[in-house]
């Protein structure tokens, strides 16, 4: 079992940062894949980023390749996800989640174990 607590969002301007953070209660969180999905309202869950349980490998969205970057820091259990040059588009419930595998098509498509309670990001034009 995996509890994950998101941390960090809040209200910006556009093309402004944020980072968000999630702290993870397990043991052998430096076994699990880690990510960031998130979720508009009367829309999809998306995809954003995800990063090996070591950390060397990421993968992020074509959406936000370049302007967003996930990391980990596994001595202290927690994952980021750095946002810069965020746009009102990038507006959403952003949620963490935890898996033992780091299979993209698992990731890509959301079929993941464990998921964070989700913290709220919005983006003012």
């Known amino acids: 079992q995996v509890l994950l607590v998101e941390s960090g969002g809040g209200l910006v301007q556009a093309g402004g940062s944020l980072r968000l953070s999630c702290a993870a209660s397990?043991?052998?969180?430096?076994?699990?894949?880690m990510g960031w999905f998130r979720q508009d309202p009367g829309k999809e869950r998306e995809f954003i980023a995800t990063?090996?349980?070591?950390?060397?490998?990421?993968y992020h969205s074509d959406s936000v390749k370049g302007r967003f970057t996930v990391s980990r820091d596994n001595a202290k259990n927690l994952v980021y996800l750095q946002m810069n040059s965020l746009k009102p588009e990038d507006t959403a419930v952003y949620y963490c989640?935890?898996?033992?595998?780091?299979?993209?098509?698992?990731?890509?498509?959301?079929?993941?174990?464990?998921w964070g309670q989700g913290t709220q990001v919005t983006v003012s034009s």
């Open positions: 990063i090996s349980a070591s950390g060397s490998t990421k």
């Open positions: 989640a935890a898996d033992s595998s780091f299979s993209t098509i698992a990731w890509y498509s959301g079929r993941i174990d464990y």
């Open positions: 397990s043991r052998t969180f430096s076994s699990y894949a």
